[in-house]
């Protein structure tokens, strides 16, 4: 299984070398930084000697140097450094979406977009800062003291180093005491965003809805306390994280007033020069500014580390469904399909609290055994909740289902490989989404093979093309997001067309026609038995006039069986539960 960490380390098996030096040239960068103050005090013990001028100005050249090349490394290194964790973002966001594309619907009913995305987005900028900002300031660190503490001890001695390096060991072992609740804190502010992003996804998603119904302010009020959530969460964080600057300052404080104090007396004593008094007092500064900045460098690894948790949640998950009993070269050539004893029933998601909470779901399909001819058209209708829509995405394979239940051209649909057969099929679903591209984008679906005469004679199949060419910029119009400016009907028939031009060997409409008057419905299925030739139709619908279009209709009932199957003038003659639904439909 790839998790976060090996997409990490498979980025930088390829790119270490940029990374690897952008960290040599921390080092060396630091390295320039650290040796000022030492050049500083070389120049002030030589100040009272004027035949030591040569000196002094060797020392103040040496000083400008170390801080342009300073500069100059800390400019490449940010460069090579930044860059570096940049393409590893943009490696690993390529990989999530990857597998976010890979995963079949179960996974998307355990996690809302507002999550993924945060995740996608946010959590992956969080492990991104992690290798930039937060590795290099541990070295930065790290070199500061190893030079500063070598210094010291050349300046002051052992006694006086060690009382400057004192507090480094105590602050450290506080850090690694609260580390794991920084994390935690962390984790818990990432899960309160996503909240808040799937918040504000949902709403501008149904933005319609809830100006229809005026419930602005209460959609707002909602917003407002999962904001307050996520506003508990950061000052839970920032009660935490609080302390740690100041008690570094204040330790640091300390250490420089004692030396100060003792300093001056060996000063004095003239155990030391004033220039080693200076340079030390240099080091101490030095030395207290990445210290400094260890709360913000602990809060960017530890949200790093969180965030690598919450991607690894994703990561772990597998498509349920997969080839693993493809057979090489096996595909969709007539459409013949037979359903033979499907029962389904949908997966558990959520795992349930006790043993005792553990109930099998209930069926949603029973015994479904039928079968349909190649080029033969079948309408299946049924009552709400009769299993109609379950049984189109069991076909497309959107949900497992075992072997034996279900044939296309005499091979079992799981030997043929997914991706083989969802192109065999031109699928329209019962939510007709649009892209906000043009509407030749939304029908050629960028594929370059399909010509524009292809996207015309499929809009033309399903009474489209006339609509189109209505518009100032004909199929150069935008749609808009989710398609807003077409009509319902409009956007159901640039569905269908999508579906039509590649020309597939099964056509499955998923009550897509909902959205039209029965006279242009008339037209847009006589229409595609024309367009289709041979293809083998599907359509689920509730509306008995598109049924009686199909060469069979199937009925099921409300516990998901086959309560009717024949032709329209059988099932009339029969007077069972189509024939109802006809009586029922026409006032009769």
């Known amino acids: 299984m790839q998790t976060t960490k090996s997409y990490i380390l498979s980025y930088l098996s390829k790119q270490w070398f940029r990374y690897v030096l952008g960290l040599v040239l921390v080092f060396a960068a630091t390295y320039f930084t650290a040796s000022i103050p030492r050049l500083l005090g070389v120049a002030i013990d030589y100040l009272g000697e004027p035949a030591k001028a040569s000196v002094i100005l060797r020392a103040a050249w040496n000083i400008g140097i170390a801080a342009f090349l300073a500069f100059a490394l800390r400019f490449v290194w940010r460069f090579l450094i930044f860059g570096f964790t940049r393409g590893a973002e943009t490696f690993i966001r390529a990989r999530i979406f990857e597998h976010l594309e890979s995963l079949s619907a179960d996974f998307y009913i355990k996690f809302n977009t507002g999550d993924i995305i945060t995740r996608a987005i946010s959590d992956v900028m969080a492990i991104r800062r992690m290798f930039g900002f937060g590795f290099v300031a541990v070295l930065d660190a790290a070199t500061i003291f190893i030079i500063s503490g070598i210094s010291m001890f050349a300046a002051a ?64 009020r909602n917003f407002m306390d999962l904001s307050r959530i996520r506003w508990d969460k950061e000052m839970a964080l920032v009660r935490l994280s609080a302390s740690i600057s100041p008690l570094i300052q204040i330790a640091f404080a300390l250490v420089f007033a004692i030396f100060i104090i003792f300093g001056s007396r060996m000063v004095a004593a003239g155990t030391m020069s004033v220039g080693d008094f200076t340079a030390f007092n240099g080091y101490i500064v030095l030395m207290a500014m990445p210290i400094a900045n260890i709360g913000r460098v602990v809060e960017v690894w530890q949200t790093g580390f969180s965030s690598v948790d919450r991607m690894d949640e994703i990561f772990k998950f597998r498509p349920s469904v997969t080839d693993d009993f493809a057979e090489e070269g096996t595909s969709v050539t007539n459409g013949a399909i037979a359903f033979t004893g499907l029962n389904f029933a949908y997966p558990i998601i959520a795992e349930p609290a006790t043993d005792a909470d553990f109930a099998p779901p209930p069926p949603v399909l029973r015994d479904i055994s039928f079968s349909i001819a190649a080029g033969e058209t079948i309408a299946i209708t049924g009552p709400i909740g009769s299993g109609k829509t379950t049984l189109a995405n069991i076909f497309l394979r959107q949900w497992k289902i075992p072997q034996g239940m279900i044939n296309v051209d005499g091979n079992d649909i799981n030997s043929i490989p997914v991706k083989t057969l969802r192109k065999s099929i031109g699928y329209v679903p019962q939510d007709s989404l649009l892209f906000s591209e043009t509407i030749m984008d939304n029908i050629r679906f960028y594929d370059t093979s399909i010509t524009d005469e292809d996207v015309f004679a499929a809009a033309k199949a399903v009474s489209i093309h006339d609509n189109i060419m209505a518009f100032p910029e004909g199929y150069n119009t935008i749609v808009g997001e989710r398609g807003m400016t077409l009509s319902g009907g409009q956007k159901q028939r640039v569905s269908i067309a999508r579906a039509l031009v590649r020309k597939p060997k099964i056509l499955l409409l998923d009550d897509c026609l909902s959205a039209v008057d029965a006279e242009t419905e008339h037209a847009i299925i006589s229409g595609l038995r024309q367009y289709m030739d041979n293809a083998t139709g599907i359509i689920i619908t509730h509306r008995v006039a598109a049924a009686a279009l199909a060469d069979r209709i199937l009925v099921l009932n409300e516990s998901g069986q086959i309560a009717e199957l024949g032709t329209y003038t059988e099932l009339m003659a029969k007077k069972g539960d189509f024939y109802k639904l006809v009586q029922l439909q026409s006032g009769e």
């Open 157 to 220: 001695g052992v006694g006086m180093s060690l009382v400057a390096l004192l507090p480094a060991p105590f602050l450290m072992f506080f850090i690694m005491r609260i580390r794991r609740k920084l994390r935690r804190r962390q984790y818990e502010i990432r899960e309160a965003s996503s909240n808040l992003a799937s918040k504000v996804q949902e709403n501008i998603t149904g933005i319609r809805v809830i100006k229809t119904y005026a419930q602005e302010n209460s959609e707002t």
